[in-house]
């Protein structure tokens, strides 16, 4: 790599960083000069969440006690706060609802969308290289519901699906390769042999547009903690299309999907909407939480914020390109555009070493067994100079 490279890749990063009109949004986040490209596992910290966090504890919390499930919108908060997602993923309001682990949206997602599809069609469609939790609820819920699980990857599913199918859980973007799959075409070939489609949206939603209502996804789940920025363990959501809800079977009917949860019936009777899918008392602390961070979106469109991802991961690519010593990493993330989520994989030989290297550096990415070096890259935050310097200090790590 010869000295020239290097300062025009800076000086074309600095051009890049002062045209993009996403640029100001990092000041909505707490971040120091280290370069923070682990979004894709958990998101930094939106400015304003601590401010809010103290008044739910001190005010909501110590002062009003019980009164805040009514006062302070405790009660009403797992379907506002999925309002507030919605747009992010082209759903219209009504249909989202907060709460819970992605792990167990998953499970009440894939059995509900197995009740939906009756007792005809005996299997269950799973993406072969899913992220495991969603591949070991799947499992049990294939047993639980008597059905048969057969793992295929993404672009075997069409010619997998039959009259047999219930329903397939798939993957938007796979959280190792980063690859983005084709939600509508994937949606439309389900719909086309009688079933129902599942989506996990974790590394997806808040990257790039998903356009829920638009491809008539039938159920979605998804996690708060990576590109939304709702902190660790953050609760999960879980979307049913407004023209299922009514016939949506949760596997979990707790108290809270009750249709009169304080009439404290002995037989469940479930609520219609959204509201279905609950199940207990909501996490109230990480929930609002949630609620806060999600402000960090306001005036943000989806469609500027993918234009971004793609301008950083393009570019990282080619930073990585110059900097990286030839044959040093395979770049396991597809090059098109349309294949592409918002995160970069390289295969390289002692990764772990090489992420721990980058990491004292001040470079945070991660590493995912056995031999990836994974950068995720949030565009509300990251910016083309980080990119430049993640680059340039992998070359010199790699050297
Ligand atoms: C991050 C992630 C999860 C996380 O599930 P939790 O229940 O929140 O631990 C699940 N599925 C996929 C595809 C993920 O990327």
Known sequence: MSERHVSELAVRAEKLDTGDDL????????????VYLDGNSLGALPANVPARVADVIRRQWGELRIRSWEESGWWTAPERIGDRIAPLV???????????????????ALVGAVRLAGQDRDEILV??????????IAESAARLTGRTLRAVTP????????????????????????????????????????????????????ALPVGL???????????????????????????????????????????????????????????????????????????L?????????????IGAVRAKSLALTDFFLECVGEYVGEGRVECLTPVAH??????????????GDVMRRLIERGVVGDFRAPDVLRFGFTPLYVGFADVERAARVLGETLG
């Open 23 to 34: 640029a100001p949004l990092r000041s909505r986040f707490v971040l120091d000069d280290v």
């Open 90 to 108: 082209g759903a219209a309001p009504g249909q989202i609802v907060v709460g819970d682990s992605t792990s167990v949206n998953v499970f009440k």
């Open 127 to 136: 993406d072969a290289t899913t992220f495991p939790t969603d591949g070991y």
């Open 155 to 206: 672009s075997e599913v069409p010619s997998s699906l039959s009259d047999r199918t219930a329903a397939v859980l798939l993957n938007h973007v796979d959280y190792r390769t980063g690859r983005l799959h084709d939600l509508p075409s994937l949606t439309a070939a389900v719909h086309a042999a009688g079933a129902y489609a599942v989506w996990d949206l974790c590394h997806s939603a808040g």
């Open 213 to 287: 209502d638009e491809h008539g996804v039938d159920l979605a789940v998804g996690c708060t903690y990576k590109y939304l920025n709702g902190g660790p363990g953050s609760p999960a959501y879980l979307y049913v299309r407004g023209e299922l809800q009514d016939r949506f079977d949760s596997p979990l009917p707790g108290w809270n999907s009750h249709a009169e949860p304080f009439g404290m019936r002995t037989a469940y009777a479930p609520a219609s909407g959204a509201l279905r899918g609950r199940v207990g008392t909501p996490d109230i602390l990480s929930m």
């Open 289 to 301: 939480a949630l609620e806060a961070a999600l402000e960090v979106w306001d005036g943000v469109s």
């Open 338 to 351: 349309q294949e592409r989520g918002s995160q970069v994989a390289l295969r390289c030989e002692d990764a």
